[in-house]
């Protein structure tokens, strides 16, 4: 639990894809314009709480959502672990929410015997990057042409940076 605010966190529920949504074109709202924000709530279709709710979490304030994390163990890849989607409320943020959500990820997938830990974001998210490297995760090289830039990683145009952290 992060104390000092009353938030409470919990493994998350299909019921929360809702808020979630809701929150994505909400919080998003600041850097996009609507159709944008309604667009990335796109990217949590209600499958990833179907069938990953518990390796997800969910931070609360008096019962409102005010953090998410979604991630999964692979069902592929035995020892690795991803991050989907995380969000924080604009009015969370420099609360170390987020950090309280990815050490509690982390926690569990160690436990689960995951040896890595991968996610990927937008080259211009610059806040992302930063984050995620605060946190102790390396950014992968693109092996084309040793940038850590990986062009139409998610389709055309959807380059990534991808992010790796050893467990």
């Excluded at 938030?7 to 019921?15: K, L, S």
């Excluded at 984050?131 to 139409?152: I, K, L, Q, Y």
Aim: aromatic share 8%; hydrophobic share 40%.
């Amino acid at each position: 639990m992060v104390r000092a605010r009353m938030i409470t966190v919990r493994t998350a529920t299909i019921d929360d894809h809702p808020a979630i949504v809701g929150a994505i074109q909400e919080w998003w709202g600041d850097s996009r314009d609507q159709a944008q924000a309604r667009e990335l709530s796109l990217l949590m279709p209600r499958l990833f709480l179907q069938h990953f709710a518990r390796t997800s979490l969910v931070a609360e304030h008096d019962g409102e959502l005010v953090a998410f994390l979604v991630g999964f163990h692979s069902p592929d890849r035995a020892d690795e672990a991803y991050v989907h989607f995380v969000g924080v409320s604009p009015h969370r943020r420099r609360e170390r929410v987020a950090e309280e959500l990815y050490e509690r990820f982390l926690e569990a997938a160690r436990r689960a015997g995951r040896r890595r830990v991968r996610a990927v974001t937008s080259p211009q998210n610059a806040g992302s990057i930063a984050f995620h490297r605060a946190m102790g995760f390396h950014v992968e090289t693109n092996p084309a042409d040793g940038g850590s830039v990986f062009p139409d990683y998610d389709g055309p145009g959807q380059s990534r940076v991808c992010f790796v952290r050893k467990l």
